[in-house]
């Protein structure tokens, strides 16, 4: 029986193992379908770790090749075959061998292929996860020691390209991405803190930054975020707001909405929200450990990529105003 299991498509895919594959005899017999003569779309279901000379075999059980002699010599010769992926596969029967590695190499017909996003949140991985036909409960899972005693899942599904195969659970998936997180978290020293700021604090960072600015900007603004907290300043940030709200991806915050009865709400509550916001990836990780220097306590988004930094209140008023104008004007649109 084939194991289920998951498999990050970024750390190696299906082990194309073919040795020992007999080579092919000189035949009068066809050993390939002809090109033109396609049928109906079938699915195959590959399995983390599934041999190549096994996928041919039941590429030529469905009908989608003549040979599987041929495609496992195919697939020999095309080191681009290491990169079929676990998942169900849609693909054309009748079939020449390349066209079908090719179909079986397009993430398109993958519906087993799920991608988190830098910045998403949990509640868009599980939106992923069901549209992938991932289901199952949500049980309690494994978080790594060094981030505490928290529960939440919000900031440790770390973003990558996955390939799940068929059969594979929400929990499973759910734990290969807190693996993935907990193998970065640990390489680049996460676990070691910043300072007096424990690990989860420098996630909670990470997730504020991939939020709330360019990647070329991501030290500057943690050095914003320490700056203040040094002082107890509120952060008074909107993507705290937008996240309490649900509004994420809005531009401007009303002031209503900075008075939201909330945790998150960085307006109203000083120090860092109580949960990471959305799922970092390895620039705003590993900005967060490393800020920037400098003196700054307030920074603004006057236009797209345009994002400047201040210690003076006064000037910030003023891209304030130059931030509204732009915004009038249409430039974030």
């Known amino acids: 029986m ?24 000189l035949s009068s017999e066809p050993t390939d379908f002809p090109q033109g003569s396609e049928g109906p779309e079938v699915m195959i279901s590959v399995a983390e770790g599934e041999t190549g000379s096994a996928i041919a075999l039941e590429l030529a059980r ?42 079986l190499l397009d993430s398109a017909r993958n519906s087993g292929l799920v991608k988190v996003i830098e910045g998403t949140t949990l509640s868009d991985v599980l939106l992923a996860l069901k549209k992938a036909s991932i289901t199952g409960e949500i049980r309690s899972h494994k978080l790594p020691s060094f981030l505490g005693k928290t529960q939440s899942l919000e900031g440790v599904l770390f973003p990558a390209s996955y390939a799940f195969a068929s059969g ?14 907990e193998k970065v978290a640990l390489s680049s020293g996460v676990d070691k803190g910043y300072g007096s700021y424990s690990p989860y604090d420098l996630v909670k960072v990470a997730s504020l930054l991939q939020i709330e600015g360019d990647p070329s900007d991501y030290s500057k603004i943690a050095r914003v975020i320490y700056n203040r907290l040094k002082i107890s300043m509120p952060l008074q940030l909107n993507s705290t707001v937008q996240y309490a709200n649900n509004t994420r991806g809005r531009i ?33 990780i590993s900005a967060a450990q490393h800020p920037a220097d400098g003196d700054w306590l307030y920074f603004i ?33």
């Open 252 to 284: 401007a915050l009303s002031r209503n909405a900075t008075q939201i009865r909330s945790p998150y709400n960085t307006y109203l509550h000083t120090g860092l929200p109580p949960t990471p916001i959305s799922n970092p990836g390895l620039q705003a």
């Open 62 to 103: 469905l009908g989608v090749i003549l040979s599987s002699k041929t495609f496992t010599s195919l697939a020999i010769s095309n080191p681009s075959a290491r990169g079929i992926s676990p998942g169900n596969h849609r693909i054309q029967s009748h079939i020449p061998s390349k066209i079908a590695l090719s179909q």
């Open 301 to 333: 988004t006057v236009k797209p990529h345009d994002t400047r930094f201040t210690k003076s209140f006064a000037e910030f008023q003023g891209w304030v105003t130059l931030y509204n104008k732009n915004l009038s004007l249409g430039a974030f649109r």
């Open 2 to 25: 084939k194991r289920r299991s998951v498999k990050i498509v970024s750390l190696g895919l299906v082990t194309m193992l073919l040795a020992g594959a007999a080579a092919l005899t």
């Open 168 to 181: 594979t659970s929400v929990h499973d998936a759910l734990m290969m991405m807190i693996t993935n997180f």
